[in-house]
T-cell receptor
Framework: QKEVEQDPGPLSVPEGAIVSLNCTYS??????FMWYRQYSRKGPELLMY????GNKEDGRFTAQVDKSSKYISLFIRDSQPSDSATYLC?????????????FGKGTKLSVIP | NAGVTQTPKFRVLKTGQSMTLLCAQD?????MYWYRQDPGMGLRLIHY???????AKGEVPDGYNVSRLKKQNFLLGLESAAPSQTSVYFC????????????????FGPGTRLTVT
């Protein structure tokens, strides 16, 4: 079992829809959880990060972490065509060596006008 | 402020040839990383460096070597390229924990698309 599992999609939604992207993980040592967005033929860029369980909101984006279920989510409200990209979840442990990230495979999202 | 830059953007190699990928960052970051991204595999860490003159192996280091002679540069070398090394290579950098700035965010370059025939 890989440490981080993410459905690669692709996921296609109409403009204005609410999008839910998810990852599961197996290593309980993960403490920091991130979502990166990667446009086609570009490098990933950090979208949001959270520490431990709970919700974090930033504009149309909400990141949610449930450590008891080892499950993280990213919600996109009022999705726009400009949100079309691959979304990668990433996780890291605390302590020595905590700067190393473990990535999911990414979910490709298309928002149709 | 260019951020993280990578040279070259594209390269085609024949099996057995060698090459060096260059990564440069102008954010004074201590930590630098090399990843490869393959379809269905996600981003995998090849090597990383926690400071000038230091390097360490990541998840998939075989067939690659790295050097960090200057803080701002991180070089990835392929001594004898193989078709299995066809991939998109990303360099990233970050602050170190305890310094100013967010230590959690890794800043990525635009990538190098390498094809080995």
């Amino acid at each position: 079992q890989k440490e981080v599992e993410q459905d690669p999609g692709p996921l296609s939604v109409p403009e204005g829809a609410i999008v839910s992207l998810n990852c599961t993980y197996s290593n309980s040592a993960f403490q920091y959880f991130m979502w990166y967005r990667q446009y086609s033929r570009k490098g990933p860029e950090l979208l949001m990060y959270t520490y431990s369980s709970g919700n974090k909101e930033d504009g149309r984006f909400t990141a949610q972490v449930d450590k008891s279920s080892k499950y993280i989510s990213l919600f996109i409200r009022d999705s726009q065509p400009s949100d079309s990209a691959t979304y990668l979840c990433a996780m890291r442990k605390s302590g020595a060596g905590s700067y190393q990230l473990t990535f999911g495979k990414g979910t490709k999202l298309s928002v149709i006008p | 402020n260019a951020g993280v830059t990578q040279t070259p953007k594209f390269r085609v190699l024949k099996t057995g040839q060698s090459m060096t990928l260059l990564c440069a960052q102008d954010m004074n970051h201590e930590y630098m990383y090399w990843y490869r991204q393959d379809p269905g595999m996600g981003l995998r860490l090849i090597h990383y460096s926690v400071g000038e003159g230091t390097t360490a192996k990541g998840e998939v280091p075989d067939g690659y070597n790295v050097s960090r002679l200057k803080k701002q540069n991180f070089l990835l070398g392929l001594e004898s390229a193989a078709p299995s090394q066809t991939s998109v290579y990303f360099c990233a950098s970050s602050y170190s924990p305890g310094t100013s700035g967010d230590p959690y965010e890794q800043y990525f370059g635009p990538g190098t698309r390498l094809t080995v025939t």
